[in-house]
């Protein structure tokens, strides 16, 4: 969200004061100037900081509370009450501007937080697609390289995943799939994350934990599948390849390459199998 490129981290709390301050300013002007030249369109700046920062519903006080200082400005410019009606509606045109300007404008922010949500969530089961996974990862593994943390990813494939489709049709192979990322997220922390990688291929990723912890984990995730296979009965396994790194991994790739080819290694020889290995990588 580039519309304030310059306070890109303020909080709510400040862009409240920030604008409170704004308008101190904009209403002294308006107040000195008069009639003489309008600053009305200068109210919408400390509007929209609070829209954005603050929230719809503070955006609309802003409005109420710019509207009234503009009418308090400008009250002196007109006789009352011989153009009482004139001045009544100029108010309340501006009040209207104001609040629909508020409107439009947190619409805008929350179909930005949509479109941004959308591009990093798999559309079928909810959870992270593949291009928010390596941003996630790329952000994970500079952490663990820079705080010396363990870093455990796993790497998941349904085998017999395709007679599911073809015995049932796509639509069970849709629900096995989206109720298999529902019990992953069940067992795992907040501070995990699961991620769609393709077809019926998930991996999960787990920031500052060792191998002990790594494999409770994942023991819990592969038992809890097969109770949710099994009370659809539905015959699927599951074929998880883990990799604990001791030392941060060089790049994203290499983080995925290892547990990829433990996986497989699971699929090529009798797969349902958790195969989880320590590594520590040698460069710096």
Request: hydrophobic share 45%; proline share 2%.
């Amino acid at each position: 969200m580039k519309i304030f490129p310059f306070f890109k981290n303020i909080s709510p709390l400040q862009a409240m004061l920030l604008a409170g301050f704004l308008l101190a300013v904009i209403f002294w002007l308006d107040w000195t100037i008069k009639n003489y030249l309008s600053l009305s369109i200068f109210y919408l700046v400390p509007i929209s900081i609070v829209t954005w920062f603050a929230g719809r519903f503070y955006g609309f006080f802003m409005s109420v509370v710019s509207s009234v200082l503009w009418w308090a400005a400008n009250l002196s410019d007109y006789p009352i009450p011989v153009n009482a009606g004139i001045y009544c509606w100029n108010t309340a045109v501006r009040l209207s501007f104001f609040l629909l300007t508020t409107y439009l404008l947190s619409e805008l922010q929350n179909s930005l937080r949509r479109e941004k949500q959308l591009a990093r969530t798999d559309f079928l089961t909810g959870v992270a697609n593949t291009r928010f996974f390596f941003e996630f990862a790329d952000i994970e593994i500079k952490r663990a390289q820079r705080y010396r943390y363990c870093l455990t990813i796993a790497y998941l494939d349904v085998d017999n995943f395709k007679k599911i489709n073809d015995q049932f049709g796509h639509k069970t192979g849709d629900e096995l799939l989206k109720l298999l990322s529902k019990t992953i997220k069940s067992k795992i922390r907040s501070t995990d994350l699961l991620a769609r990688m393709g077809g019926d291929e998930f991996a999960i990723l787990m920031p500052e934990t060792a191998y002990e912890q790594a494999q409770v984990v994942l023991d819990r995730v592969q038992k809890c599948l097969q109770e949710a296979m099994q009370e659809h009965q539905w015959q699927v396994t599951f074929s998880i390849g883990a990799v604990t790194f001791i030392k941060a991994p060089n790049s994203v790739e290499d983080l995925i390459e290892r547990a990829d080819n433990l996986m497989y290694y699971v699929k090529h020889n009798g797969k349902n199998l958790v195969k989880h290995e320590r590594f520590e990588n040698e460069q710096t």
